[in-house]
């Protein structure tokens, strides 16, 4: 857990160009305005995740997100974990760094639910505290599934 943490590293534009598929997770803070902008900052990671045994994070804030980007207007808080190219966890709700530690942690050591009914997302979402959410196929369905009906959870969500 320690080890995951202490990888954890802002990047710069310079750094985001030089990311190569490197068999990690990436877990990405965003802050942005709305959810209409949230998959296009999705994609941005997208190409360079990879998963096999090793963990590295990424953070990202409006300071330095790819310039491309910055045009939006972004206020709130957004969390995402990436896992094979799709986004896993999405929360736009406050998160504290114990919290955060927690679900670093869970990412590490749960495999992914993969869900595509609103009763799937239920079961595995109860299941465990930081469950960690995915989909085979379908991402703009399963991003739909997810902000409708997580959000209905409250600070279950964290």
Same mark, same amino acid.
């Given at each position: ?83 094979? #190219?799709?986004?896993?966890? +999405?929360? !736009?709700?406050? =998160? ?8 670093? %942690?869970?990412? @590490? ?12 997302? #239920?079961?595995?979402?109860? +299941?465990? !505290?930081?469950? =960690? ?8 369905? %399963?991003?739909? @599934? ?13």
């Amino acid at each position: 857990m320690a080890l995951s943490i202490n990888r954890v590293k802002f990047v710069d534009d310079k750094e985001f160009r030089n990311l190569t598929k490197s068999n990690n997770i990436v877990v990405a803070l965003i802050l942005e305005e709305s959810t209409d902008h949230f998959w296009q900052y999705c994609e941005v990671f997208s190409h360079s995740v990879e998963i096999e045994t090793n963990a590295t994070f990424t953070v990202v804030t409006e300071l330095n997100a790819p310039r491309i980007y910055r045009k939006y207007t972004m206020t709130e808080p957004c969390y995402a974990f990436f896992f094979n #190219n799709t986004a896993l966890f +999405a929360t !736009r709700a406050s =998160i504290d760094l114990q919290i955060l530690k927690h679900i670093l %942690a869970a990412s @590490l050591l749960h495999q992914p639910a993969k869900v595509s009914t609103i009763e799937e997302f #239920n079961q595995k979402f109860d +299941a465990f !505290r930081y469950t =960690i959410i995915t989909t085979e196929e379908y991402i703009e369905d %399963a991003h739909d @599934l997810y902000i409708k009906h997580s959000f209905s959870k409250g600070k279950n969500l964290i």
